[in-house]
């Protein structure tokens, strides 16, 4: 089969991205489910994906463009090898979330939808979190973490690799 820009149609993943455009074709909000199956399958959204689920779907290419760069959880960077994210909806923030987040970009030193450096974390917002009236919490890939801001650092540390001891 040709290529997209790169990314080859043969691919697996093309073929369980076709699943989703055939499931979400008919739906309004459609695009937004493919787009999640997208970054899931792909990890990042590169603009030749963008343009395979708009063709799919029989959108114009400007209108998912617009879509996923809206949402910062369609990254069209590679995301770091963990992902750091945090729900900074109403509810969330009013209790606390905020001071997390500060405390989080601090130690990171990125802001939301960029990656360090080192390629080690990528730092997400949201706006839906599943435990909206809980205690603020953040998550390290899957993990929750409702900690005190000021222990942010020992959290990030433990997925931090070890340091080399010197010879």
Same mark, same amino acid.
């Given at each position: 089969?040709?290529?997209?820009?790169?990314?080859?149609?043969?691919?697996?993943?093309?073929?369980?991205?076709?699943?989703?455009?055939?499931?979400?074709?008919?739906?309004?909000?459609?695009?937004?489910?493919?787009?999640?199956?997208?970054?899931?399958?792909?990890?990042?959204?590169?603009?030749?994906?963008?343009?395979?689920?708009?063709?799919?779907? #029989?959108?114009?290419? *400007?209108?998912?463009?617009?879509?996923?760069?809206?949402?910062?959880? %369609? &990254?069209? +960077? /590679?995301?770091?090898?963990?992902?750091?994210?945090?729900?900074?909806?109403?509810?969330?923030?009013?209790?606390?979330?905020?001071?997390?987040?500060?405390?989080?970009?601090?130690?990171?030193?990125?802001?939301?939808?960029?990656?360090?450096?080192?390629?080690?974390?990528?730092?997400?917002?949201?706006?839906? #979190?599943?435990?909206? *009236?809980?205690?603020?919490?953040?998550?390290?890939?899957?993990?929750? %973490? &409702?900690? +005190? /801001?000021?222990?942010?650092?020992?959290?990030?540390?433990?997925?931090?690799?070890?340091?080399?001891?010197?010879?």
């Amino acid at each position: 089969m040709g290529d997209c820009n790169g990314l080859v149609l043969s691919d697996p993943r093309f073929w369980e991205l076709d699943q989703a455009i055939v499931r979400y074709r008919d739906r309004r909000d459609g695009g937004i489910y493919v787009l999640e199956r997208a970054k899931y399958l792909f990890g990042t959204l590169p603009l030749p994906v963008l343009h395979y689920v708009a063709d799919g779907l #029989g959108l114009p290419r *400007g209108d998912i463009y617009q879509a996923a760069s809206f949402y910062d959880f %369609f &990254a069209s +960077r /590679p995301a770091g090898e963990h992902t750091v994210s945090i729900c900074l909806g109403t509810h969330c923030y009013l209790n606390g979330a905020s001071a997390l987040f500060d405390r989080l970009q601090a130690e990171l030193q990125i802001g939301p939808g960029e990656t360090t450096p080192d390629g080690l974390f990528s730092l997400v917002v949201c706006y839906t #979190g599943e435990h909206c *009236g809980e205690e603020p919490a953040f998550y390290v890939d899957h993990q929750r %973490f &409702a900690i +005190r /801001p000021e222990l942010v650092a020992e959290v990030l540390d433990r997925f931090r690799p070890a340091p080399v001891a010197a010879e």
